[in-house]
């Protein structure tokens, strides 16, 4: 008698997206050395409190945004210690203007990266787009927004259950309004 295979259960979207975000923050850490970017501490060096200074990876443009797949690009990141990133003043999350200005003349690149694409969004709950993100991230590499926009293009969202009652009209023309003479 021949066996079933076991069909492999899919990592839910959450959990995928820990990974990616861990394996972002390795890669922003990782191009910087394990140093702060903005004062240049290195990772378990002994800080101003007496304690090993632990490196964190900080976004310029917030990962809260829907469906922005710049929350997993390794340029819109620095490595910053606790202090720089959220502790001190000034610092990344308590002083905004001192991290853009810090950005555009340490970091011009990174600063037009983001802002030339901050607008992009694709579905981040495709499996396909989110393998594409994981296999840059680990590659420690950039990620390649167009291939991202040709995937989302090429996989339209699933319809939604249930519809709205005017799910059956046609909408493809509209009519044209006849004028009086």
């Not at 917030?62 to 502790?87: M, Y």
């Not at 590659?139 to 995937?151: A, C, M, V, Y």
């Amino acid at each position: 008698m021949m066996k079933k295979k076991k069909k492999k259960k899919l990592d839910p979207i959450p959990k995928i997206n820990r990974r990616l975000f861990r394996l972002w923050s390795e890669a922003v850490r990782e191009r910087a050395g394990h140093k702060c970017e903005y004062c240049g501490i290195e990772k378990g060096a002994i800080n101003v409190n007496g304690k090993k200074t632990k490196i964190d990876a900080h976004h310029f443009l917030s990962r809260d945004i829907h469906n922005c797949p710049l929350k997993f690009e390794i340029l819109n990141g620095v490595a910053a210690c606790p202090f720089c990133h959220k502790w001190g003043i000034p610092s990344f999350h308590r002083d905004p203007i001192t991290t853009i200005t810090w950005l555009i003349e340490n970091h011009p690149e990174r600063y037009s990266f983001v802002l030339n694409n901050s607008y992009i969004r694709v579905n981040l709950r495709n499996r396909k787009i989110l393998a594409e993100i994981e296999k840059s991230l680990r590659n420690k590499e950039s990620l390649d927004l167009e291939k991202l926009k040709e995937i989302d293009e090429a996989s339209p969202p699933k319809p939604k259950m249930g519809g709205s009652l005017f799910d059956d009209e046609d909408t493809t023309e509209s009519p044209t309004p006849q004028k009086d003479q």
